[in-house]
Nanobody, 123 residues
Framework: QVQLVESGGGLVQAGGSLKLSCAAS????????MGWFRQAPGKEREFVAA????????YYADSVKGRFTISRDNAKNTVYLQMNSLKPEDTAVYYC????????????????WGQGTQVTVSS
């Protein structure tokens, strides 16, 4: 069993920054691919970024490439998402999740999910 707890969300003005954290407990954190997804009201959950167990990759959605950075600290069982140059369209609930599949960007391949943290970007 894996438990994931996200934190760091909040309200920020356009152009600002936030750093999300996801603390994992349970099975070996270092053995998984970690991903960030987001879901805006009325929209499907979409891939944001993923990083492999060794830190290789990482992988980003085109919409966040160059603005967001995913990283992980296996010693702390934590994955991070640094979000810069935020836009109103980044407003969503952000989720972290784990997958056994290397570099997966597909939500169904992720087996454990956190409860989500709200990010709101005002214009």
């Amino acid at each position: 069993q894996v438990q994931l707890v996200e934190s760091g969300g909040g309200l920020v003005q356009a152009g600002g920054s936030l750093k999300l954290s996801c603390a994992a407990s349970g099975r070996a954190f270092s053995s998984t691919t970690m991903g960030w997804f987001r879901q805006a009201p009325g929209k499907e959950r979409e891939f944001v970024a993923a990083i492999s167990r060794s830190g290789s990759g990482p992988y980003y959605a085109d919409s966040v490439k160059g603005r967001f950075t995913i990283s992980r600290d296996n010693a702390k069982n934590t994955v991070y998402l640094q979000m810069n140059s935020l836009k109103p369209e980044d407003t969503a609930v952000y989720y972290c999740a784990t997958s056994k599949i290397y570099g997966s960007t597909n939500p169904p391949s992720y087996d454990y999910w956190g409860q989500g943290t709200q990010v709101t970007v005002s214009s």
